[in-house]
């Protein structure tokens, strides 16, 4: 009677094995054909991207949806304070880095005021944040931050005498796509 159970729980066992072994097999690996540019990773079929790139493998720069001539008002805390109307930021993509855009603040009659580099710092599938570079131009040092997207910048921009210190602030709360 023994040597019947241990040769049924042999047989189990045996059988256990391969039915594992058998499903294991067929399991299909979702991310066989799956492909993912430009650093993105696959998981269960899907791509992760890489900071900077997005689509369904990864395959496009997500700056460059951002590359745009937006035209909006701003105001400044100056005391009086003063206000700017038809100010433009214009975004170009500038080098390699994925993360980096120059945005060129110009005037009402498109005169260019400062050039400043600026970092994306996180992204959505609808817009990313920014700061701005510290960038010294005519006297000044410049700072600041921002969210962009594909149709609208909003920038608030430090400005800082090198001589004496002197700090305004700039608001352009919403710049809109040309």
């Known amino acids: ?3 019947i159970k241990h040769v049924a729980l042999a047989a189990f066992m045996t059988l256990s094995a391969f039915c594992a072994v058998l499903y294991s097999s067929c399991s299909k690996d979702a ?3 799956v492909v993912c540019q430009n650093g993105g990773t696959c998981a269960d079929g899907n791509c992760t ?7 369904t493998r990864c395959e496009t720069v997500a700056r460059l949806k951002y590359v745009n001539t937006y035209v909006g008002n701003g105001t400044d805390n100056a005391t009086p304070s003063n206000s700017y109307t038809g100010f433009r930021a214009v975004v170009t993509a500038t080098g390699t880095d994925v993360t980096k855009l120059q945005l060129v603040l110009q005037d009402n009659t498109t005169t260019p005021v400062v ?3 600026i970092t994306l710092t996180t992204f959505t599938a609808t817009n990313s944040t920014f700061t701005i570079t510290s960038t010294s131009a005519s006297g000044y040092t410049y700072t600041g931050s921002g969210t962009i997207s594909a149709t609208v910048v909003s920038l608030t921009l430090v400005e800082t005498a090198n001589v004496g210190g002197g700090v305004i602030t700039y608001n352009f709360p919403t710049m809109t796509k040309l």
Do not use: I, Q
Request: net charge neutral; charged share 25%; hydrophobic share 25%.
């Open 1 to 3: 009677m023994k040597s």
């Open 31 to 33: 991310c066989k054909d």
């Open 49 to 55: 991207c890489a900071t900077g790139y997005e689509g």
């Open 115 to 117: 050039a400043l580099p």
